[in-house]
């Protein structure tokens, strides 16, 4: 088997026995991009050169016995919309053409500490705005199960990336299921850790108050161990919280047996897809063959969700997007006559469709006369889908969900019905909202043979508890040994 | 509350973003869609709730007044498309 | 028809923090164009504002100073608009939960007293600099300013006339002054005021519409721009028209303010709560301490030195117009007690010196005890008033101290009636005419014979000795 298609626990193993090189995986990882990475179109950009000549300073440093980081030598993507000093972060998007990262985001910093090797941006819907990854100006990303498929999004790049073996490792970001939904439709392992547990800094605003940076693997023990690393307090980021971070992978282990997994019944509603509904009861039964107790509960404002979500992320985004105006960096029209003029064609030019609908939608339920009706509105909506979680975390452990409302749908298929897009995070939002963390896991496949995800909520700071149920139920399923076929 | 191709208007000038007329036709319809959809929120007795701004009770976090040279002042200017003189580049203002 | 000015003003004053409002770098004036700027402050994508600690401390300081209510809870927000200063093109600022709420300042005007109401203070971040160049077809913008933390005090619409308006402003800088939380300095722009003015006929209760007048870069310039809109008011309501809401710009060459006249624009906001941010709680104990470090500010002393120094109160309002002069007058008071002495010269002598020199009264020569041994020379008769401006502009100049400089230059005043006999009979000697004018009754040509006799001695005399000769020898 080629090194690529291993995953970062048992490469780390390799390592450590020094029966292969830190230089063997980044050459493999390469070798398997340029064989499959015009099939999937998950790359925007890939540093070889600085790939390899880190992987080169850590087999010396392994050579000469020095300390290594966690992940001494294994192949990370990130997502386009991190920053990483001096690449062209673009956040799939025009209006940043031209511009190279001034800093490195406090997860990317954390990632080389414990000596993982970046290896290149990862496709992404324009600004993490999207469910498909169609919203790029670098083309759609395939999703390696069906290349007629999109592959989720908006981490789509990431976890295609992932199922395809182009990577061992991916960060993404999660505004409303952004990690989550392209896992589930990859059948990956993607987490979004709880809203102020991985530091924002050098993530690429889109909803700031929702806005989390997560993990992307081939399986949860990958997942546990790179959470690790990315996790902890950061000085830069106020929202970042101050509160230790558990060794997640020892956490893996423990027994499930008494775990209360609630089920909401809102999550299983008309428009479900069969095949998705008849995996999640699947699901239920595994999980209570390893003794975890399932217990029906009620998230009463689920229906609101979505609702409350495009409201809250798009007036923040109208904020976040304001900056790239092609003054300070980026792309600049050539053509402005005067201020206004630059503002307005730097932006009609730069933006996608997808964003400038936010960008307005969320102007809109700023101004003047219709905040209250809306913002504030959806503020308090917030308030209540949050209220909702916490009444249910008295009673149970963590929440199983199906990830996403249908498996991955063809490419195009909603492109023109924005609405029918938003409502793919339908299950995925409310955790966004309510700041918890969540899992999602392959749970099963359809009988075209396109993943299907399992999503696992916890409480706030809990990833443990997530990460330990996710684990169980992979040790005693094989979804996540299936690969797709990318002949 | 109908949504219009003057709120279209109103919007795209407060966010700096011109339409064509095309864009100006389906983001209206689209917005349109998307406002009814929301609309669902008014369904909601909210009247005593307080509103959510942050998810998680934190305050009060500082830093201590202390001034740092950035390393990469330079190579971040530098990323403009229209530096003069040191300065970042605009169309004449007033 | 008689009309009432309706003036409301509100000032941006920069907090002299070493580091700005929510990056690290530095906030010095006059560096090089964008070298005091990083990711955070540029506004690129990804970035993070983090609170500096020192700015809250001094935006509560001067709440308290200025009798404000302090919020236990104060939160940020954005305020958005597209400007090329802005890099982020929204501001953060603070909206509905301001850090500092209502309070009040007290002042002097005309010798009564004034109260103005403060509606609110809040915190927020400079923007960057705009340059214009005469000819090129771009402006260029300096970031530098950028982040520079703001306490922008926004006062009640409670001031009648440019000059309480201007009055108020001395009010305000004095109290900041006090409390050094910032230099206040309107041309280096760490201080800048914008006006609200509405006129309303006497007696109406509701206000009348108001227009904002910016770029006025002195208090001076607050007060004259104030009156030329008043004027400019009251003629266009007399001569049959209406006052547009607007923004007019005062044009300190022309003197006159004149409307903006830019396409009209939505003035929408759209605030709302910096999710990158987190709220501000401020208990008891907090406050407590700062108020704790507040000093005794400019009106309460000023009260005081007419009290304890029995000063006219214009005298103590000039004495405590800065925290420094009156940290000097009262070291000095300390040590004479002849306090109306030392208000004079403080007044006259030295501020004039310090101001041509452009020095602090700190880095004076003349300290006060310097000064002070000069007065007790003058107090014992060993120089006279007209010697001591010589002794006081070289104590300024060599920071001898003033006996020494009496007894080097032989400023000692002559006392002695033998040394003046011969000099006070050859000035009645030689100007006859003179003399026969005063004994006809001319009282003015006796003060010539007096200046005379001083010229003599190159004014070392002793003016009452001299008359008093004088008047013996003439009879
Ligand atoms: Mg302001
Ligand atoms: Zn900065």
């Given at each position: 088997m080629s090194l690529y298609s291993k995953t970062a626990v048992e490469l780390i193993g390799l390592l450590n026995k020094k029966e292969i090189s830190s230089r063997d995986i980044v050459s493999s990882v390469f070798q398997r991009i340029e064989q499959v990475d015009t099939k999937i179109n998950a790359f925007i950009y890939t540093d070889k050169e600085n790939a390899l000549k880190k992987a080169d300073e850590i087999d010396k440093k392994r050579v000469n016995a020095e300390p290594l980081g966690l992940l001494g030598g294994v192949p990370v993507v990130l997502k386009s919309n991190l920053c990483c000093f001096t690449w062209p972060v673009s956040c799939a998007s025009k209006i940043l053409k031209g511009y190279n990262c001034a800093y490195t985001a406090t997860s990317v910093e954390k990632l080389l500490r414990e000596d993982a090797v970046p290896i290149g941006y990862a496709n992404m819907d324009e600004f993490a705005m999207g469910s498909s990854c169609e919203n790029s100006a670098f083309g759609v990303t395939r999703n390696p199960w069906n290349t007629d498929c999109i592959p989720g999004g908006s981490s789509g790049g990431s976890a295609a990336a992932v199922a395809a073996d182009e990577t061992i490792l991916a960060l993404g970001s999660d505004t409303g299921g952004s990690i989550r939904q392209p896992a589930s439709l990859c059948g990956v392992v993607g987490l979004k850790p709880t809203y102020g547990r991985v530091s924002r800094f050098g993530l690429v605003a889109y909803a700031s108050s929702l806005d989390q940076i997560g993990t992307l693997t081939k399986t949860v023990a990958d997942n546990a161990l790179l959470l690790k690393v990315i996790s902890g307090h950061d000085c830069s980021d106020s929202t970042s919280i101050d509160r230790k971070v558990p060794d997640y992978p020892a956490y893996l282990n423990n027994s499930i047996k008494g775990l209360k997994i609630g089920i909401p019944k809102e999550y299983f509603v008309d428009g479900m897809d069969n095949e998705v509904e008849e995996s999640v009861k699947k699901s239920i039964k595994t999980f209570e063959g390893q003794g975890a107790v399932p217990v029906e509960i009620s998230l009463p404002h689920t229906d609101y969700a979505v609702a409350c979500y495009y409201i809250i992320a798009t007036a923040e985004a109208s904020a976040n997007l304001a900056r790239f105006d092609g003054i300070r960096y980026g792309a600049r029209s050539p053509q402005a006559e005067n201020l206004i003029d630059l503002y307005e064609k730097t932006k009609s030019d730069g933006f996608g469709q997808e964003v400038k609908r936010r960008i307005l939608l969320g102007t809109y339920v700023l101004s003047s006369g219709y905040y209250e009706a809306y913002y504030k509105k959806a503020q308090k909506v917030r308030t209540l889908i949050k209220n909702d979680f916490d009444t249910v975390f008295k009673k149970v452990d963590c929440i199983l969900t199906p990830t996403s409302p249908t498996p991955a749908f063809k490419i195009g298929e909603k492109t023109n019905d924005p609405l029918k897009m938003y409502l793919s995070d339908i299950f995925t939002i409310s955790l966004n909202l309510a700041g918890l963390p969540g899992i999602s896991i392959p749970g099963g496949f359809t009988q075209s043979g396109l993943p299907i995800g399992m999503q696992l909520a916890g409480r706030p700071f809990e990833e443990e508890v997530i990460l330990n149920a996710a684990y169980s139920f992979e040790k005693n399923t094989l979804f996540h040994t299936t690969k797709p076929t990318l002949s | 509350m109908s949504f219009t191709e003057k709120d279209v208007d109103y919007v795209a000038n407060l966010s700096r973003i011109s339409l064509s007329d095309e864009e100006k036709k389906n983001f209206t319809v689209q917005l349109e869609q998307i406002l009814k959809y929301v609309e669902k929120l008014n369904r909601l007795n909210t009247d005593n709730i307080e509103p959510t701004a942050h998810i998680l009770p934190v305050s009060n976090v500082f830093r201590d007044d202390v001034a740092k040279i950035c390393p990469t002042t330079r190579f971040a200017v530098e990323q403009s498309a229209l530096l003069v003189d040191g300065l970042f580049g605009v169309p004449r203002v007033i | 028809m008689e009309f009432e000015p309706v003036i409301g003003l509100e000032v941006h004053v920069q907090l002299k923090t070493k580091s700005k409002l929510f990056c690290s770098c530095a906030t010095e004036f006059?560096?090089?164009?964008?070298?005091?700027?990083?990711p955070v402050c540029l506004g690129h994508p990804g970035v993070l504002p983090v609170l500096n600690k020192q700015a809250l401390d001094y935006a509560v300081l001067c709440g308290l100073a200025l009798n404000c209510s302090i919020s236990k809870f104060s939160k940020f927000d954005r305020k958005n608009y597209f400007y090329p200063d802005l890099p982020k093109n929204y501001q953060v600022s603070q909206f509905d939960k301001p850090i500092c709420g209502k309070g009040k300042i007290t002042f002097l005007i005309n010798g009564n007293e004034k109260t103005i109401g403060i509606t609110r203070a809040h915190l927020e971040e400079d923007a960057g600099k705009l340059v214009h160049s005469e000819t090129g077809a771009e402006s260029g913008v300096d970031f530098n300013r950028t982040g520079i933390p703001l306490l922008e005090i926004v006062s009640e619409p409670d001031l009648r006339t440019p000059e309480e308006a201007y009055m108020y402003l001395h009010m305000i800088k004095n109290i900041i002054e006090y409390l050094g939380v910032s230099d206040c300095n309107m041309e280096e722009g760490s201080l800048r005021c914008d006006a609200n003015v509405s006129i309303r006929p006497k007696g109406q209760e509701k206000f009348g519409t108001k227009v904002e007048i910016k770029n006025m870069n002195s208090f001076r310039n607050v007060q004259k721009a104030l009156a030329y809109e008043l004027e400019r008011q009251e003629d266009e309501i007399l001569g049959g028209g209406i006052i547009v809401q607007e923004t007019r710009l005062w044009d300190a060459d022309k003197n006159q303010t004149f409307s903006m006249r830019t396409k009209e624009e939505a003035h929408d906001y759209r605030y709302f709560p910096e999710p990158d941010l987190v709220p501000v709680k401020l208990d008891e104990n907090y406050i407590k301490s700062l108020e704790n470090q507040l000093p005794e500010l400019p009106f309460d002393r000023m009260n005081r030195f007419t009290k304890e120094y029995t000063l006219t109160g214009y005298d103590a309002q000039v004495l405590t117009s800065s925290r420094e002069i009156a940290d000097y007058y009262e070291e000095c008071a300390n040590l004479t007690d002849d306090y109306k002495a030392v208000s004079n010269w403080v007044q006259s002598e030295l501020l004039r010196e310090i101001n041509e020199k452009k020095i602090s009264i700190k880095e004076s020569k003349v300290t006060p005890s310097k000064l002070t041994d000069m007065l007790k020379l003058i107090q014992k008769g060993v120089i006279s008033g007209k010697i001591a401006k010589i002794v006081f502009h070289e104590i300024m100049r060599s920071g001898k101290d003033a006996e020494q400089i009496v007894k080097e230059k032989g400023l000692?005043?002559?006392?002695n009636p033998d040394e003046l006999k011969n000099i006070v009979e050859k000035v009645i000697k030689d100007n006859k005419k003179i003399v026969d004018d005063y004994k006809g009754g001319k009282e003015k040509s006796f003060m010539f014979l007096v200046g005379q006799v001083m010229k003599a001695t190159q004014g070392k005399a002793n003016p009452q000795l001299v008359t008093k000769m004088l008047k013996e020898a003439i009879g």
């Open positions: - | - | 006059g560096a090089a164009p964008n070298s005091q700027v990083c000692v005043q002559i006392s």
